[in-house]
Nanobody
Framework: QVQLVESGGGLVQAGGSLRLSCAAS????????MGWFRQAPGKEREFVAA????????YYADSVKGRFTISRDNAKNTVYLQMNSLKPEDAAVYYC??????????????????????WGQGTQVTVSS
């Protein structure tokens, strides 16, 4: 069982930055690929970014490439999402998710939320124009 707790959300002006954190507990963090998803009111949950168990591979939605950066610190059992140049359309509840991969170097599908077994409760990001 993996517990995930997000933090760092809040209200920011367009063009500003936020850094989300997701602290994991309950199992060996380095056995999991980690993802960030978001869901705006009336919309489906969508993929934002993901990172492999060792941080060697990262993946981004086209809408956030060049603005968001995902990273992880396995010593701290934490994954981060640095969000720069925020836009009003980035406003959503952001969820952290864990996907068991083991310490594999084979590629896997990080984009599909159905592949993630554990989810945090979400943190709200609001971007004012």
């Amino acid at each position: 069982q993996v517990q995930l707790v997000e933090s760092g959300g809040g209200l920011v002006q367009a063009g500003g930055s936020l850094r989300l954190s997701c602290a994991a507990s309950g199992h060996t963090f380095s056995f999991y690929g980690m993802g960030w998803f978001r869901q705006a009111p009336g919309k489906e949950r969508e993929f934002v970014a993901a990172i492999s168990w060792n941080g060697g591979s990262t993946y981004y939605a086209d809408s956030v490439k060049g603005r968001f950066t995902i990273s992880r610190d396995n010593a701290k059992n934490t994954v981060y999402l640095q969000m720069n140049s925020l836009k009003p359309e980035d406003a959503a509840v952001y969820y952290c998710a864990a996907k068991y991969t083991g310490q594999t170097y084979f590629s896997t599908d990080y984009y599909n939320p159905a592949g993630y077994g554990y989810w945090g409760q979400g943190t709200q990001v609001t971007v004012s124009s």
